[in-house]
């Protein structure tokens, strides 16, 4: 039953996924973007570990699973936040510096020599046989990331102290942040060999970013005018 877990993540993530896409579709709105595919990635990491811990691991798998659920999401998702809450000139500078991060970890992951005695692990560690700056790219990208999607949350409810029409920003915002606490937690059981345990916190984690991308994405309502 090991594979049941995972497949709910899978089948979770990607309908987030594209009711977030859908948004995107009819309000054009670029964080809807960023978190579709944040979302996306979250599925395309999720069923890479279902068949992973179903069939058993191979070299692509794998990666395919560290490209998506272990550097490239928390990056992207937060490349959400920055859409709703920086100013262009921020914006621009992380969508840049984004696009490097994505195609050097992906260059060098998919240049990464990795074996079938490395993934004889229920859930294999990459740290044990990974090259450094693919693990590198990891830590520095969830990192960053977190702190982003956070600080987002934090810099949202600040607003809220003289802007109170933000606050379906600051919920959503603050719900994200909890989603990929989730995630990363499940993350630590991955490292205990428990693959049960983060699929568990892969499909609560994305389910919470969805509220928040749905609350987030409310219309903003004009300040109310303030009486003479």
Do not use: C
């Amino acid at each position: 039953m090991h594979w049941l877990f995972p497949a709910v993540a899978t089948a979770a993530s990607a309908a987030f996924a594209i009711a977030v896409l859908r948004q995107y579709a009819a309000r054009r709105r670029t964080h809807q973007l960023a978190w579709g595919v944040s979302l996306a990635m979250f599925a395309l990491a999720s069923l890479a570990l279902t068949i992973g811990v179903t069939a058993g691991w191979t070299p692509v798998g794998f990666k395919v699973y560290y490209l998506f659920g272990a550097m490239l999401n928390v990056p992207w998702l937060a490349l959400g936040t920055v859409s709703l809450l920086a100013r262009p000139l921020a914006r621009r500078a992380y969508q840049a510096g984004l696009v490097l991060f994505t195609a050097a970890g992906t260059v060098l992951l998919a240049l990464a020599e990795v074996a079938g005695p490395d993934l004889t692990a229920r859930v294999p560690e990459g740290k044990a046989f990974l090259p450094v700056p693919v693990r590198v790219l990891a830590v520095l990208g969830n990192t960053v990331g977190t702190l982003v999607v956070v600080g987002g949350a934090v810099a949202s409810g600040l607003a809220l102290r003289h802007r109170r029409q933000l606050r379906p920003r600051f919920e959503g915002n603050l719900l994200i942040a909890l989603g990929v606490l989730l995630a990363a937690g499940g993350g630590v059981f991955a490292f205990l060999d428990r693959s049960d345990k983060l699929a568990v916190g892969l499909a609560l984690g994305a389910s919470v970013m969805y509220l928040g991308f749905r609350r987030a994405s409310a219309p903003v309502q004009p300040a109310a005018p303030v009486p003479p």
